[in-house]
């Protein structure tokens, strides 16, 4: 299979079916997923809460979805995420385990999408309040929560339009848009 399309498709998704909810063997099994990444040092720092059922509807509150869609407010009940991956870092890790995070949180996203799973990657969040909840030691930093179920909503890239947004939209029949910059305008310097 080509790397390219699969990875154009793997999409940030937010709208899930909640009739259809991720178990704790799913998350385990994408924890095995990132098990498996690089690691600066290979120190692995990331550990990983693994959140369903009601814990679940307990933390959704807490999170904040697609500021750039003003107009929404975030997936409705009935197309909730099902589980949660908590993403924990060490209060004491050092500047470099943020790359090990990103490397962690991409390869969640990936293996996610290859079994039909929609992830939505998430900063903005109540730390305190989520933190609370899930019991985390005082040591321990809660970095991101992943939100996760079957994926519902359709996503797709497109190029950047003539007024240079950045902005994701959605069209008329719903369709999630999210605009990429041109591989030129990536590449800023070729040697050979
Ligand atoms: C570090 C990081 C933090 C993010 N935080 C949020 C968030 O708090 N809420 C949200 O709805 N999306 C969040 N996103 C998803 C981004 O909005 C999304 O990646 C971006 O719109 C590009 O869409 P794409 O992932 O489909 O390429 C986050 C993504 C990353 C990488």
Avoid at 121 to 141: G, H, M, N, R
Wanted: charged share 20%.
């Amino acid at each position: 299979m080509d790397f390219l399309p699969f990875v154009e498709q793997a999409r940030t998704c937010r709208r899930f079916y909640e009739d259809k909810p991720l178990s704790q063997d799913d998350l385990t099994w994408l924890v095995r997923c990132a098990r498996a990444t690089p690691s600066a040092r290979n120190a692995q720092v990331v550990r990983f809460v693994l959140i369903t059922g009601k814990t679940c509807a307990q933390v959704f509150p807490n999170t904040h979805w697609a500021m750039a869609l003003k107009d929404w407010k975030g997936p409705v009940e009935g197309e909730r995420p099902t589980a949660f991956l908590g993403l924990v870092l060490p209060k004491d890790a050092p500047s470099i385990a943020l790359i090990d995070l990103g490397i962690v949180a991409q390869t969640v996203q990936l293996a996610a999408h290859s079994r039909g799973y929609g992830s939505c990657i998430i900063k903005s969040f109540d730390k305190e309040a989520v933190s609370t909840l899930l019991s985390l030691d005082p040591s321990q930093s809660l970095e991101l929560v992943v939100g996760l179920g079957v994926a519902l909503e359709k996503r797709g890239i497109c190029p950047i339009d003539s007024s240079g947004s950045l902005n994701y939209f959605r069209d008329a029949e719903g369709t999630h848009w999210v605009p990429k910059r041109s591989v030129e305008e990536l590449i800023c310097g070729r040697f050979s």
